[in-house]
């Protein structure tokens, strides 16, 4: 079949080179100049929703006749449409609904959070939080995990792979675990990953290999071996992953009833949700169906600031596609060179060398987005600020709204303005920074945060200690509440 025939392929992003694959491969660099691959439709050939309201009256997809396959008759799975990721299948369809492999992820919410709002200088009701910790295993990972696997099972992979700072490695091994269609093999800096992804991991029976070395070293490896053994790799430089992280974006608009936010702010690791949520705002635009993009801000923690150098020291730019690849390599060579390893509490976003960083080029350009760097310590006091706000993330998600109380502080967002920070990940995910933050026990904190020349955070909330005797217990009550 000819990529003219295919109403999906994968297209090098450089628009000036016009590779191709089929979805039938499992390669995903352009085959003709080695760059990243988009997922793309002809649109002009599905069934497309004529406005964003359409896409809730319509929960009914018409499904397989559009991909004329013959004679398929099974049904869509029944998470199918409970799925927060295929009720906008209209907007996905890189399979048709009876070959989707779904477990139901991404049933979370947008909720409004006014005292997280107000920590970062916003007038009530600006802000809204997006809490991706409510999927299956805790993170927003599952949104792409759904696509990914739904791919892996139409090119018949058996075994698949991905190196991860924890959250991704969880979701593949529980998807691995879930539908039983795959053997996960997991590659982790070792030291690297908090308590609650490894416990994950280990869980849901995953081959765990713990590598000498960091996140860039362990997606080097894994590239490597992936390779040579043809496992399917599900890290974000894999393209149906980011078609299922656009519908994050997709389920915000539906909690602001449609309205589109003055800006997404969203901490920044791989780029893998920076590049999928720029994707998503172009089509929608392209299919009409929103006039105007929020502007996307991109948080690097300060200790893994490659997005945010190349953006505002080097002044690298997507340039339509013409953006200077050699730019970004010499500063990766510096990098080497002067042994520069990426150091955060954040562990999540650790990531010294990210693999969409054209595609994140591509997002901030079209979104005229901004990046900024938020240090540790603003990560720790306004995680704890989101936990005592009503809803809890880890660490690396509360980069999102450290970036948008500093950009507010800046000038850059305004008091009015309609602010949404994704929560990317659940809070249990990484228990001992929690309790070392809030703690008293003086081991921890040395172990976690002392070693790294913290002091406490300003918002700390011990644990009172009270002997066994009901009468102190109640004058403790008393005087604290
Ligand atoms: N937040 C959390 C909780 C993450 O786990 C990650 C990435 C990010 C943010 C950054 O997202 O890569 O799309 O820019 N975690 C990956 C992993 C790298 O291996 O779990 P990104």
Redesign the pocket.
Known sequence: MSMSDSVVYLRCIKPTCGGTRSVTECEFTCPRCGDLLDVTYDWQRLPVPRSLRDLEANRHPSVGRWFQRGSRSSEASPLFRRSGVWRFWELLPVAPPEEVLTIGEGQTLLLRADRVGEYIGLRSGCLHLQYEGLNPSG?F?DNGMTAAFTHARMVGARRAACA??????ASLALYAAATGQMRAIIFIGSGKIAFGKLAQALDHGALTLQIHGD?DDALERVRQAAGRLSLYLVN?INPFRLEGQKTIMYRVLEGLEWRIPDWIVV????????SAFGKAFLELRELGLIERMPRLAAVNAAGADTLYRLWNDHQLRWHGGAWEKARAESYFHHLKETQRKASTIAS??E?NRPVNLPKALRSLEVSDGIVCTVCDEEILEAKARIGAGGLGC?P??AASVAGARKLRHQGVIAADELVVCVL??HPLKDPNVTVACHGTDEHLFQEVLGKRGFGRIASANPPVSVPNDLERIISVIEART
């Open positions: 993170s990972k991860s700072t924890g959250n991704t490695s996140f974000s901490p920044a690791g791989n780029l893998g949700n920076l999540a976003i990531i880890e690396a998600s990317t990940g």
